[in-house]
Each structure stands twice: as structure tokens, then as C-alpha cells.
């Protein structure tokens, strides 16, 4: 089994596993939170196998009946993180309307006058 890590970006990761054909675990050295979330193939894995490492960090038991296959990506991803983006897009589509309405509202008057 090879498993190497192909992409992190804040509060993703991807893990790439190869040749997985017996249950592993998979440890992620970030402080421990059930709000750490992995899929794979967008498949949640369940609650049950997420547990504490070393008193802080994640880990993952993950089994051959969690994939498809031998080879697959492992997305873990801290599901709050997610909300936060969620929260910024609606924010920046708010001013962005808002200003649209005061342009427009202030063509309005000037075509008034």
C-alpha cells in the first residue's frame, strides 16, 4: 500500500491511497474535532470509525469496504470551514447588490430631475 498526500489547501486534504487491500488507519495531525469530516469517492465515512490519536490528533479507520477499489482519494475536510465560505459568498453577494440598487436608484433620481 502507498499512500501519498497530493493537495492541501486550508482545511482540505487529499490523500491519495494505491494497492489498499487490507484495513489501515489513517492519521491527520490536526487537533482532534468530530467536525473533521473524510469521504471517499463522496461517500462519508461513518462516524464510528473517526477517533482520537495520541490524546490530539485525527484518525481514520479505513477498510477495504469503505471504497470501490484499491486505489482512491481520500478527501478530509473540516466541515465548519465550509459554512465559512458559504457565509462569505452570501456576504459579497449582498454588498454587491446593494450597491447595484444605490447606482441604480441614484440614475433614477438624476432621470427624475
Not at 489547501?9 to 473533521?36: G, Q, T, Y
Request: charged share 20%.
Amino acid at each position: 500500500m502507498r499512500i501519498c498526500e497530493r493537495f492541501t489547501f486550508n482545511s482540505l486534504i487529499l490523500v491519495e491511497v494505491k494497492n489498499a487491500a487490507e484495513p489501515f488507519n489513517l492519521i491527520f495531525s490536526e487537533s482532534f474535532s468530530p467536525d473533521w469530516k473524510a469521504y471517499i469517492q463522496r461517500k462519508s465515512i461513518a462516524e464510528e470509525q473517526h477517533f482520537m490519536v495520541n490524546g490530539f490528533a485525527n484518525g481514520w479507520e479505513i477498510t477495504p469496504r469503505d471504497s470501490n477499489g484499491k486505489s482512491y482519494t481520500v478527501i478530509i475536510e473540516y466541515w465548519p470551514q465550509r459554512l465559512f465560505y458559504i457565509g462569505g459568498i452570501i456576504s459579497i453577494l449582498t454588498v454587491v447588490f446593494c450597491l447595484i440598487f444605490e447606482i441604480f436608484k441614484n440614475l433614477r433620481l438624476k432621470h427624475k430631475e
